[in-house]
């Protein structure tokens, strides 16, 4: 059983950014792809990044690339999302989520993650 603790969110600017950091346990880092989502009340959970068990390959939705930066630390256990330039549409909480790297499925699809974590509350002011 992995366990996923978000930490890093808050209140801030637009323009402005934040780190956000998942801190991971209970498993091996290094088998899973790992993933950050996000909601807002009403809607649907929506996928923002992703980044591969190895860190080399990274994948974002069209509405944070070029602005949010995925990364990892296998020796550290934790993934982290660099977010700059931040807009008030950003405003949601923010989930990490562990996927198997042997479980075939659509990595931007939240139902091929296994674990998630209780997620950390970003709000962007305009």
């Known amino acids: 059983q992995v366990q996923l603790a978000e930490s890093g969110g808050g209140l801030v600017q637009a323009g402005g950014s934040l780190r956000l950091s998942c801190a991971t346990s209970?498993?091996?880092?290094?088998?899973?792809?790992m993933g950050w989502f996000r909601q807002t009340p009403g809607k649907e959970r929506e996928f923002v990044a992703t980044?591969?068990?190895?860190?080399?390959?990274?994948y974002y939705a069209d509405s944070v690339k070029g602005r949010f930066t995925i990364s990892r630390d296998n020796a550290e256990n934790t993934v982290y999302l660099q977010m700059n330039s931040l807009k008030p549409e950003d405003t949601a909480v923010y989930y990490c989520?562990?996927?198997?790297?042997?479980?075939?499925?659509?990595?931007?699809?939240?139902?091929?993650?296994?674990?998630w974590g209780q997620g950390t509350q970003v709000t962007v002011s305009s």
């Open positions: 980044i591969i068990w190895s860190g080399g390959r990274t």
């Open positions: 989520a562990a996927k198997s790297r042997y479980r075939v499925g659509d990595f931007a699809a939240s139902t091929a993650y296994m674990y």
């Open positions: 209970g498993g091996t880092f290094s088998n899973y792809r």
